[in-house]
């Protein structure tokens, strides 16, 4: 069973940062993928980064060298600190766990998730970026 709950969303100016937070109780003792998804407007909804149950990070291109991902087990919470924002990353954005991803299989949602697919728990509320030049 997964719970989530994401903040940390707002308006900024491009070039500048913010950092998202998700609040994830995760009941699992096995393998999982757990990542920031995020769909702009007129966008399809893309994997923006994922990490699998060892912390092993995968990013989607557009963002890779910006964003990082990371975890706090401790506080059961993901972040995603990105940085050096542009108007492109306008968008809502969710976090999401795959309680049943083989090993190896997270990068897929970085790399190839496009709204469909996977086996993604449910989606909270969502938290909003936008981003003004």
């Known amino acids: 069973q997964v719970q989530v709950v994401e903040s940390g969303g707002g308006l900024a100016q491009a070039g500048g940062s913010l950092r998202l937070s998700c609040v994830a109780s995760?009941?699992?003792?096995?393998?999982?993928?757990i990542g920031w998804f995020r769909q702009g407007p007129g966008k399809e909804r893309e994997g923006v980064a994922v990490?699998?149950?060892?912390?092993?990070?995968s990013y989607a291109d557009s963002v890779k060298g910006r964003f990082t991902i990371s975890r706090d087990n401790d506080k059961n919470t993901l972040y995603l600190q990105m940085n050096a924002l542009s108007p492109e990353d306008t968008a809502m954005y969710y976090c999401?766990?795959?309680?049943?991803?083989?090993?190896?299989?997270?990068?897929?949602?970085?790399?190839?998730?496009?709204?469909?697919?996977?086996?993604?728990?449910?989606w909270g509320q969502g938290t909003l970026v936008v981003v003004f030049s």
């Open positions: 999401a766990a795959d309680l049943s991803a083989p090993p190896g299989t997270c990068a897929w949602y970085s790399e190839h998730y496009s709204g469909t697919g996977g086996a993604l728990g449910a």
């Open positions: 995760l009941r699992t003792r096995g393998n999982y993928c």
């Open positions: 990490v699998d149950a060892n912390g092993s990070p």
